[in-house]
């Protein structure tokens, strides 16, 4: 289930990788950090732009590399609080990328913090009931450089009202790998491409601004703890027990509680860090005086932050949003052991919400904007 690209994309390469094919060509080596300069910092979109570079190498690179494996076909004109860029990749498939602005008081919506929601597959294969990406199943992964390719994109429509691109800085603040797909069911291409996020010749974002969210595979949660960057960690449990969390979860019965909850442990050991655990709110699923309860202990034991997420509703499926009420006595089962708890309602605002929305509109959107 892989797309080879007629050429690799340049956003997949790593300095080393770039030093490595242009040393096989008899070029000295600091031309490599001069393209990925020209790439990341400059934010140059065509091979041309590049004019400290000889023609010659102009023309090669324009043979042998792809210079962004996404095209954005779909993005409003206007600033919103939510802007969802919809992305075409070689294959015509589509992904969606998220910004998400938090309003300030005093800060224009342009000068808010932003948070950028990326994908890492087309589609899913965890198969979660609630969620519109399993319902669509997976079609493919993507590569390192399509993932890349999502936050140059950000930086391309930001750039113009953000002053960090003048210092060739990443115009956005945080990253949260929430979009489409299971991210460490594509762990090579994802930490590859975060290792480019992250690099100083690269977007240069510090691992403790990006937070992958996962559905809980258990060996990769464990692999991940042994990587060198700290990336933030989020877990989507969505159930308390089992037998509640099975129900919506395939994937908890290969990797039940029994298994999931110490591999967290074990992360936040080894990265001293509070992790997050995502609580779906969905009526009479799992939003119960007991799950409440059950999900504080976890809590507790993990001592970790809980993001509560009211469900928002996707076409063809029949869950539904508990009411404000039930939300919020929810939340106060776990306030009233201090722990730390977030719950948030507006429409939007959610940066867990907008993404999980994310979902099979994509295909309707595309038939919109090519009409
Ligand atoms: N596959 C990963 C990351 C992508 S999903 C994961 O599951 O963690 C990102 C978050 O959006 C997850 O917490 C997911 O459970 C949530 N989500 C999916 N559908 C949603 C919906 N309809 N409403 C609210 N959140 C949803
Ligand atoms: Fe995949 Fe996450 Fe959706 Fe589950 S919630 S189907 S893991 S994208």
Redesign the pocket.
Known sequence: MKFTPAKPPLTGETLETLTARLVERGEPTFRARQILDWLYKKRARSWDEMTNLPKSLRAWLAETFELLPAALILGKKSLDVTDKLLLELGDRSLIETVIIRAPQEGVGLENSRKTICISTQVG?A???K??A??LMGLKRDLDAGEIVAQLLQVCYREDAHDPRAHAGLATFDNIVVMG???PLANYEALILALTIVNAEWGLGVGARRITL?T?GLVPKILRLADEPLGFRLAI?LHGATNEVREQI?P?NKAFPLEKLLPAIQTFSEKHGRMITLEFILIEDINDSFDQAEKLRDIAIDLHAHVNLIPYNTVEGLPWKRPSNNRLERFADVLRAARISVTLRREKGHDIDAAC?QL?LKTEKDRELALA
């Open positions: 899913c965890m198969g979660c609630f969620c990406s399993g489409m797909g299971e969210s559905s989507s979860m994937v999980g979902r």
